[in-house]
């Protein structure tokens, strides 16, 4: 895997920050992380292939660690990709849940455990994609989307942490919050986006492209259940200890 990288001053991630600051855009939540310097944007190549796969893996695990440590509202991480300029929706969605998939395989091979507060099963009403032990909401963008909200000049995967929904929620803000979207919303494109479910209705699973899927719609995601051949745990102490150095591994 390779370390995360600082893409801030990259043309296409100040271009994606400049669609969110656009007045009419409808998440005030990614307003409010982009406000206050809480939205990570890094880029990417192509959203069909795995190539920046492993730089993408260590870049949310290092955001996760970020957020554990200051645990604000308000904080996303974004995935800018370079292409292609050209998708269907259907095209679109089947690049999301393969970067989906590379992504979980990843952390279940590291010995990540699955956030216990979500389910595994797309099915679930209570699904969330976990990764790095965290749960997390995606919103995908790209030049195709039906919603003007969802389009975007080249593919974008937004992780939203399922932390801070159950936050909102504790605190009496969450509806509040959603309200004023889906209001936003119909006053950019003209109509609510008939995807939309209250938590707990239907799994998130269907919302996460963007596209209006058909009520016989399979999710194609899937978490490996085998056991995993690393202990993310362990690897993490022994990195600690420094067993993994050329003296202690020589004794």
């Not at 554990?68 to 300029?85: I, K, N, T, Y």
């Not at 119909?186 to 008939?194: C, D, H, L, T």
């Amino acid at each position: 895997m390779l370390l995360p990288t600082d893409d801030s001053a990259h043309p296409l991630a100040e271009r994606f920050r400049t669609f969110i600051r656009h007045a009419p855009f409808p998440c005030v939540g990614a307003k409010s992380a982009l406000s206050r310097g809480q939205m990570k944007v890094m880029v990417a190549r192509d959203i069909g292939s795995g190539w920046d796969d492993l730089r993408i893996y260590p870049a949310l695990l290092a955001f996760i660690c970020r957020y554990r440590e200051r645990p604000d509202l308000f904080q996303s991480f974004a995935v800018v990709f370079e292409g292609p300029h050209a998708l269907s929706e259907e095209a679109f969605e089947d690049a999301l849940w393969a970067r989906l998939q590379s992504l979980s395989d990843k952390d279940h091979c590291l010995g990540q455990s699955y956030d216990p507060r979500v389910k595994a099963d797309p099915d679930d009403p209570h699904f969330s994609v976990s990764l790095g032990g965290e749960g997390f909401f995606i919103v995908g963008l790209h030049p195709g989307a039906s919603r003007p909200a969802r389009r975007f000049e080249t593919p974008v995967l937004v992780f939203n942490l399922h932390d801070q929904f159950e936050r909102l929620r504790a605190q009496g803000r969450y509806e509040r919050l959603r309200d004023s979207i889906v209001a936003r919303d119909v006053a950019f494109a003209g109509s609510a986006n008939p995807m939309l479910a209250q938590h707990g209705q239907l799994s998130a699973a269907r919302q996460f492209s963007g596209r209006a899927v058909p009520e016989d719609w399979a999710c194609p995601f899937q978490r490996r259940e085998e056991a995993p051949p690393w202990d993310a745990q362990q690897v993490a102490a022994d990195l600690r200890t420094g067993a993994f150095l050329a003296p202690q591994m020589d004794g």
